[in-house]
């Protein structure tokens, strides 16, 4: 039993940066904007959370940096592509490279060194409950942040005016300028939201799951990110459940292999990415249904019209 | 000091011919030596101990050579692209430093027969193209014996990459080593088919903690499983560089990789025209692999029967592959006395009888 827990926890920790990265993606997404630079904004999110981390000694200020530091990279983007009209596919690739390039300068002096371990719940009896209390009551903070923040998104999007007319701006952005919505305006504070979640997301790794920083290690799991927006048809729940069942996947794979479960190792290291790429065909095989879900401006610039 | 009176010497020699004549000007260039890594210098493994080992020639030639490097080289076409680059912009001597950039280094070479090539851990060679690498089951048998010794649970855990000779060789010398002194010892073998993700490194290092090891080894290139065994209480052994900044009281002890002296003797042998293409496969013995920082908390008849397996093996007394040896499936592998020579060691592509689970072809 102690080990079915420990498998949890396990996914937990796996799942929890793609739950940040995917979730800020969507609401990009959302907002009719492509940024395919959630891995650079990742990384970055990851060094500098990681930086502030050791500087400061303060947690909290790592996080905030993090969020910080991703929101800029999606500033950049933002002005790339929603003022100077860049192409966003193209601004999204090269954001992820410059990320990685700014982010292994950066930590250059922070490579070798570790950072303690991040804060976790710990309330009174429910903590110490046998098995489920440290699966339930015991994670790091932004654990439960993050599924907060899946909650609050989903929230936002059926309940807020605001979720609304970012909707609106996603379906179409000339109708929503027609009413008076301020569609650029809108797309930015959705591109700093989803980079300040792909930058949290980074920070996960670096400063509570590893922790300590070396070059690369977002390891591309931005890219999962953006596919699990897909897989999840834009839905903040679906997100959640992919993130959480790809990672769910690759802990399984990991530990099947150390009872010494016969089956080839990279059968089993494809696993992730087969269920996911087996989920995506089973979404998408109604195609009206895929049409009625995505955003019908996602990647089409807007120009008002003057 | 050798080196630098050396210097002096010369640059006074050839500083008097320039006025005599010209050409000589020519001899003064610099050497200019090249260095292709595959990972970021940050990796705080294989590819930063490679340029400790650039740092290693810069210090010893100082002024007379002029050291260039590129890291995070995919292995592929950019690899060609980068070593051809390098010998175009003149370089005498280009260490290729990853096994898949054999082919093109090979390739890059038959155009440029006056540059000399090194690859490192690949078994292609030419007349400008020498290889060199590391015995590193070398020090995988002595942190086996650690290894075994400590384990309380009896279950040591094994981080795999990849399923190559040089990888098999290495689990295969840890279960030997920790075999030789703990009879009950089991190992669980992992295989995350990746040389570099801290996340998967982490989760794995994790699945083995769950699963009883209080032990880990890896063959992967970052430190995530030596940080994890610190925060779980548990034991691990560093890998290519010393992790102990990562684990102060996880790490038992680290099989280092030292590339310093073999690049200093190798630019130096460019340098006096006596550079032959050569094939090195260097140890303990040859200073090439140091085991570093054995942990202080190691009861001292253990630390002291490590250091004995460590000096027989450097000195020859020693191999860690040395028969009665059978395979997984009971097949005899070395008979009894027979010592396993390189071409066995190269091509070893199976565990060795005790260890369980399937070998991924």
């Not at chain 1, 109708?175 to 919505?181: L, P, R, T, W």
């Not at chain 2, 699963?211 to 034991?235: N, Y």
């Amino acid at each position: 039993m102690e080990l079915v827990v420990n498998i949890l926890l396990g996914i937990v920790i796996a799942a929890t940066p793609l739950v940040f990265a995917a979730i800020g993606e969507l609401v990009v997404e959302k907002s009719g904007v492509l940024n395919l630079g959630v891995e650079g904004m990742m990384i970055v999110g990851a060094i500098a959370g990681f930086s502030v981390t050791i500087e400061s000694g303060n947690y909290l200020a790592g996080v905030i940096s993090a969020i910080a530091a991703g929101a800029l990279m999606a500033l950049l983007f933002g002005f790339l592509t929603q003022t100077l009209f860049a192409n966003q596919v193209a601004t999204g690739l090269a954001l992820t490279m410059f990320g990685l390039g700014l982010a292994a300068l950066w930590g250059q002096d922070y490579s070798g060194k570790a950072a303690g371990n991040f804060p976790r719940l710990d309330l009174p009896v429910l903590s110490d409950l046998p098995l489920v209390g440290k699966l339930l009551f015991g994670q790091d903070y932004l654990v439960y942040l993050s599924i907060l923040l899946v909650v609050g998104v989903s929230w936002f999007f059926r309940k807020t005016r605001g979720g609304l007319i970012v909707r609106a701006i996603g379906e179409n952005h000339d109708a929503a300028h027609a009413i008076g919505y301020p569609v650029v305006l809108y797309r930015y504070l959705a591109l700093m939201f989803g980079g300040a979640c792909a930058g949290l997301g980074g920070a996960y790794l670096s400063v509570v799951q590893t922790p300590f920083w070396a070059e690369g290690m977002t390891a591309g799991r931005g890219w999962i990110a953006l596919a699990l927006v897909v897989f999840a048809a834009w839905r903040p729940g679906r997100a959640l459940l992919g993130a959480y069942l790809f990672g769910g996947i690759t802990i399984l794979q990991l530990h099947s292999q150390g009872f010494g479960v016969k089956v080839e190792a990279q059968y089993l290291s494809m696993l992730p990415y087969l269920a996911t790429i087996a989920v995506l065909v089973i979404i998408s095989s109604d195609r009206l249904k895929v049409k009625l879900n995505a955003p019908a401006c996602l990647t089409q610039p807007f120009r008002a019209a003057t | 000091m050798r080196y630098q009176s050396f210097t002096r010497l010369t640059v006074a020699a050839l500083a008097a011919a320039a006025f005599v004549a010209a050409p000589a000007a020519v001899q003064a260039k610099k050497m200019k030596v090249g260095f292709v890594y595959v990972g970021p210098i940050g990796d705080h493994g294989w590819s930063y101990q490679h340029h400790q080992g650039l740092l290693a020639v810069k210090k010893a030639f100082g002024d007379k050579v002029e050291t260039t490097h590129v890291e995070n080289v995919p292995e592929g076409p950019d690899a060609e692209r980068v070593t051809r680059q390098l010998a175009q912009q003149g370089h005498d001597i280009i260490f290729t430093t990853s096994f898949g950039f054999m082919n093109p280094t090979i390739k890059v070479a038959k155009q440029f027969p006056k540059v000399k090539f090194e690859h490192c851990s690949g078994f292609k060679r030419a007349k400008n193209v020498a290889t060199y690498n590391i015995r590193y089951y070398e020090g995988r048998y002595v942190n086996g014996v650690i290894a075994g010794r400590m384990t309380k649970s009896n279950t040591v855990g094994y981080i795999a990459s990849f399923p190559i000779p040089e990888v098999v060789r290495g689990i295969n010398a840890a279960y030997l080593g920790a075999k030789s002194v703990n009879p009950k010892v089991k190992f669980k073998i992992v295989w995350v088919s990746t040389w570099f993700d801290p996340g998967k490194e982490a989760d794995a290092a994790k699945a083995l903690a769950d699963q009883g090891a209080d032990v880990i080894f890896q063959h992967t290139d970052s430190p995530a499983a030596m940080k994890l065994a610190e925060q779980r209480g548990i034991s691990a052994i560093g890998q290519a560089s010393n992790m102990k900044a990562f684990g102060p009281k996880a790490q038992l002890a680290a099989a280092v990789n030292d590339w310093g002296p073999y690049y200093v003797a190798r630019v130096k042998a460019a340098m006096d025209g006596t550079w032959k293409s050569t094939d090195t496969w260097g140890g303990i013995g040859a200073g090439m692999l140091t085991i570093a920082s054995v942990h202080s908390r190691i009861p001292a008849d253990v630390r002291k029967q490590a250091e004995k397996v460590r000096a027989d093996i450097a000195g020859g007394k020693f191999h860690p592959f040395t028969g009665p040896l059978n395979k997984q499936d009971g097949k005899p592998f070395l008979k009894a006395g027979e010592k396993a020579g390189d071409g066995l060691l190269a091509g070893m592509n199976f565990y060795v009888q005790g260890i369980e689970g399937s070998l991924p072809k």
